[in-house]
T-cell receptor, first 115, second 113 residues
Framework: GAGVSQTPSNKVTEKGKYVELRCDPISGHTALYWYRQSLGQGPEFLIYFQGTGAADDSGLPNDRFFAVRPEGSVSTLKIQRTERGDSAVYLC?????????????FGPGTRLTVL | DAKTTQPNSMESNEEEPVHLPCNHSTISGTDYIHWYRQLPSQGPEYVIHGLTSNVNNRMASLAIAEDRKSSTLILHRATLRDAAVYYCILRDRTQGGSEKLVFGKGTKLTVNP
């Protein structure tokens, strides 16, 4: 079946602009996660949704970052007033919910470049 | 989440076994040990997990020390496709424990033909 998809695959923007990154999780997965990965580093947690609500947003770096999941499926990560330091690969993952290992399935990521 | 320590890099030859170590000396009794790997230009993928006993699946084996302060991911016959960054992650499975994954830098595995 279809895995997690993310669009766009690449996004180049200018400093100060607004961007939206989209994630389509695996159908039926109730949990959705956003991570970002800088070059040479492991992924860094941003936010986790259980259904429509953000269950843990402790990883959002500041109030320029916001994410929504209005119908409990597709999610959008929104970044306002982008800065060069926001350049990274933004990864989305989904899982079936609470289980012993709660395997997370990752998408290919969106590479964001802020000029 | 408790921290893990892994070597930055390791090398192996194709079709030979690979043992990837992970130290987690501050592991708690409710922490599961998870391994994910990230192939070049892809998102991470789940490999295996365990609590106390050794585990086997189609991808790998996980050997957990008796005191649980360390574990080893075993690839029985490395292939070129196994070249990736391998992450050892602890996850607290108690009620109210976070569902997030806390990644370190992982071990970059190079497989030589």
């Amino acid at each position: 079946g279809a895995g997690v998809s993310q669009t766009p695959s690449n996004k180049v923007t200018e400093k100060g602009k607004y961007v939206e990154l989209r994630c389509d999780p695996i159908s039926g997965h109730t949990a959705l996660y956003w991570y970002r990965q800088s070059l040479g580093q492991g992924p860094e947690f941003l936010i986790y949704f259980q259904g429509t609500g953000a269950a843990d947003d402790s990883g959002l770096p500041n109030d320029r970052f916001f994410a929504v999941r209005p119908e409990g499926s597709v999610s959008t990560l929104k970044i306002q007033r982008t800065e060069r330091g926001d350049s990274a690969v933004y990864l989305c993952a989904s899982s079936a919910g609470l289980a012993e290992h709660n395997e997370q399935f990752f998408g290919p990521g969106t590479r964001l470049t802020v000029l | 989440d408790a921290k893990t320590t892994q070597p930055n890099s390791m090398e192996s030859n194709e079709e030979e076994p690979v043992h990837l170590p992970c130290n987690h000396s501050t592991i708690s009794g409710t922490d599961y040990i998870h391994w994910y790997r990230q192939l070049p230009s892809q998102g991470p993928e789940y490999v295996i997990h365990g609590l106390t006993s050794n585990v086997n699946n189609r991808m790998a084996s996980l050997a957990i020390a008796e005191d649980r302060k360390s574990s080893t991911l075993i690839l029985h016959r490395a292939t070129l496709r196994d070249a990736a960054v391998y992450y050892c992650i602890l996850r607290d499975r108690t009620q109210g424990g976070s569902e997030k994954l806390v990644f370190g830098k992982g071990t970059k595995l190079t497989v030589n033909p």
